[in-house]
């Protein structure tokens, strides 16, 4: 059995660790069914079918009991290596008693997935009760609206419209945020039009672009499965993370593309970011996940790069109005919280600041925030 601090840290790394505010994670399944074609999930989790982990309720139970009721806490993230909702929850129910335990103790929850279980039975029902307490952001992942594509990456997923559909159905009593995940280059633009469109019709409020990222040979099989083989070698790739075996699309592209979202989605009164791109100046604010929808007197943020970013390159004037709003967690505030949380923040506190030694890795984490650092 893995620890509990194994179990709720989100992996420490450079990109997490430096923008990521949302580090506590709960996994109640195994693995995943839905297999969809880009998961990085592949590459970590254990193979084999999907089970529950029952010990992780009980183990939830007794940490969340111990929170004071005053505290601010970074929000749990449901999941971040399996859909929370897949279909093995109509059995086996874990998603729907995590969410119910987090009621409970007033802990705020970003749930993410593909499913569309969400709109049915007592999850639908649940999620309203937290929203209206405000605990609870729904995250849904679309890659595409094309259900012929969507039967190309995500065979075993609901299609990308039909998960709009649903969302649509629960965004007036939920708040509603869509991840465009991973952006694809090549399909997306072919997309784009239609994407803007149904995500404005769905009711959604923000939207988090996170790009694809593959290996050299992941890229090929799934461009072929697309039937788009050519365009790999016409897409301007660069090494993502110090290894550089995963490659993303190249920085003047995402750029590209999140200044044209940004501008587009402005005009529907919709918020944009990117997920571990560290291209702050395209956020609106820190908010990155949408965490403005949960209730502020028991949500708190992470000190991260883009803190450091909006407050000229400066670390001691970053930490300082950090410490001041009372929402943002860092160094002493650290010591407040029960373990397995103090360490799984300390452990990411760490490594941002690490980060901001090493100039190399700054300017791939974070570009703008590496241009002031050389300007200074």
Known sequence: MRSLEAELKVGVGDYISALCHSVLRVEPYTSCWFGC????????????????????LRALEKLWSKLPGELRLPPFRLSTLVDPLQPLEEEHKMTLFVLRAALKHDVPIVLNTKSTLFSRGPWRGLLEEMASRGL????????????????????????????????????????????????????????????????????????IVEFIRET????????????????????????????????????????EILA????????????????????????NGRDCC????LRPDRTAYRLTLYDIWASGGDLSKAVEEALRSGQVVFGPDITGYPNPIRKILRAHENRLLKILEDPE????????????????
């Open 37 to 56: 074609a880009y998961c990085y999930a592949r590459w970590k989790r254990p193979a084999g079918s999907p089970r529950p982990k029952p010990w992780l």
């Open 136 to 207: 609870v952001i729904l995250q849904i992942s679309i890659s595409t609206v094309g259900e012929h594509t969507s039967a190309l990456l995500e065979p075993r997923a609901p299609p990308g419209p039909e998960r709009l559909e649903a969302l649509s159905a629960i965004s007036d009593e939920v708040p509603c945020v869509l991840r465009l995940q991973p952006l694809i280059p090549g399909l997306y633009e072919e997309e784009a039009d239609d994407i803007i469109e149904e995500t404005s019709r769905a009711g959604v409020k923000h939207v």
């Open 216 to 255: 050299p040979e992941g890229l090929r099989a799934l461009y072929a499965k697309l039937g788009k083989q050519g365009l790999v070698d016409r897409v301007a790739w660069e090494p993502y993370g110090r290894r550089g075996r995963l490659l993303r699309p190249h920085l003047a592209y995402r750029r």
């Open 260 to 283: 044209d979202l940004r501008r587009r989605l402005h005009r529907e009164g919709i918020t944009v970011s990117s997920c571990k791109e560290g291209l702050v100046e395209f956020h």
């Open 290 to 293: 949408g965490l403005r929808f």
């Open 361 to 376: 890795v700054l300017g791939r984490v974070c570009p703008a925030l590496a241009a002031q650092v050389r300007g200074t």
